[in-house]
């Protein structure tokens, strides 16, 4: 049963069983998402706990679509989705990595900071910057808070150049490289302590796999409203051909053969728009696209660690190389089709973060 200020306790609400906990979807997921990442994980090989995929459920319910709780034993049919789902993500979570100190003076010292940022000022720019550890930093629970843990994600691309380097002891130019970069850097879910910055990850990650949910929905719509567009189209040109057949249009052309295919692909359409409508217009149709997500996980959220081996000009160093480089451990998460995303846990030091003041002074200089 789930506790706190936000629960808010029911005898029995739609198919949840008696004495179980209503609370809002965001308490729900962080709940859920504290037993997957927050502390101690267990190993992903076992039964789940039926609380925990209960919880599971009603969260996803909550933020995908409430009136769910009218379908009969919508609970029993979307469970063993969000166990697959709680068995995937307690898999990955032992494979998250361990935060590193981000600030000025590491990046010196870490290969993996100096890999992420061009330059040590880059750091404290990026910690200036962040709206949300500005947020955390300022709210008056934490202000004995000297470090928050958040998670740093970036996107990384590698491209080839061609540029000097040392091939045999001897210096060539224009040789074949290949630079790694990282961009678009940004702070998320900062806390006070790593438990609470892994729960948060957590809970993004399962709101991110409900928001695929509701694309899947919403893409159904807009699939039935085209269909819809286009039969209403094709009953236009219908009428049109209709009123143009056995006329004076006929001496130029055959009108019979080309009324013949667009009435095939109006019945076609017809036949497909009616088919998207009743579909959507189900709530089975939605556990549909929900099982669809959350039953097979793997395919929307992966974790991957790689060996990088990259120098402090950027560029890629090969195995065959002879120029000295430390490998590093590069953790890349993927949620969704198209969006990989290099993540690292980051420690932020309170006195590492810039005066807002010295962020819009630097702000209007760089507009003279």
Request: net charge neutral.
């Amino acid at each position: 049963m789930l506790k706190g200020k936000s629960a808010v306790a029911t005898g029995s609400t739609s198919g949840i069983g008696p004495g179980v906990a209503r609370a809002p979807f965001a308490t729900l997921f962080s709940n859920v998402a504290s037993r997957l990442f927050g502390g101690s994980v267990p190993a992903a090989a076992g039964a789940v706990e039926p609380e925990l995929v209960q919880n599971a459920v009603e969260a996803i319910v909550d933020a995908v679509e409430p009136r769910l709780r009218s379908v009969s034993r919508y609970q029993a049919k979307l469970a063993p989705a969000a166990e697959r789902a709680i068995l995937h993500l307690r898999s990955l979570a032992p494979r998250l990595p361990e935060p590193i100190a981000l600030s000025r003076a590491a990046w010196s010292t870490d290969p993996l900071l100096n890999a992420f940022f061009a330059a040590p000022a880059e750091v404290p720019a990026l910690l200036g910057r962040s709206e949300e550890l500005r947020a955390f930093f300022a709210e008056p629970g934490n202000a004995a808070v000297a470090e928050a843990h958040a998670l740093l994600g970036m996107m990384k691309t590698e491209r080839g150049v061609f540029a000097p380097a040392i091939v045999d002891g001897a210096l060539r130019q224009d040789v074949a490289q290949t630079t790694v970069s990282f961009d678009k850097h940004r702070l998320l879910a900062p806390a006070a302590d790593l438990p609470g910055c892994r729960r948060e990850v957590g809970m993004l990650i399962l709101r991110r796999m409900a928001a695929l949910a509701l694309e899947r929905i919403t893409a159904q719509g807009e699939r039935a409203t085209g269909l819809e567009q286009r039969k209403a189209m094709l009953g236009s040109r219908l009428r049109m051909l209709s009123l143009r057949r056995n006329g004076l249009e006929e001496i130029a052309g055959d009108a019979a053969v080309e009324l013949a295919a667009v009435e095939a692909e109006f019945k076609a359409t017809a036949g497909d728009f009616q088919e998207a409508k009743a579909s959507l217009a189900t709530l089975d149709s939605r556990i549909g696209h929900i099982n669809a997500v959350f039953g097979a996980p793997a395919d929307h959220v992966g974790l991957a660690r790689t060996e990088l081996r990259v120098n402090r000009m950027g560029f890629k160093v090969t195995g065959n190389s002879d120029e000295a480089v430390a490998p590093i451990a590069l953790t890349e998460l993927s949620i969704g089709s198209g969006l990989t995303v290099a993540i690292a846990f980051v420690r932020c030091p309170r006195a590492e973060l810039p005066p807002k003041e010295d962020l819009l002074a630097r702000a209007a200089r760089e507009l003279l």
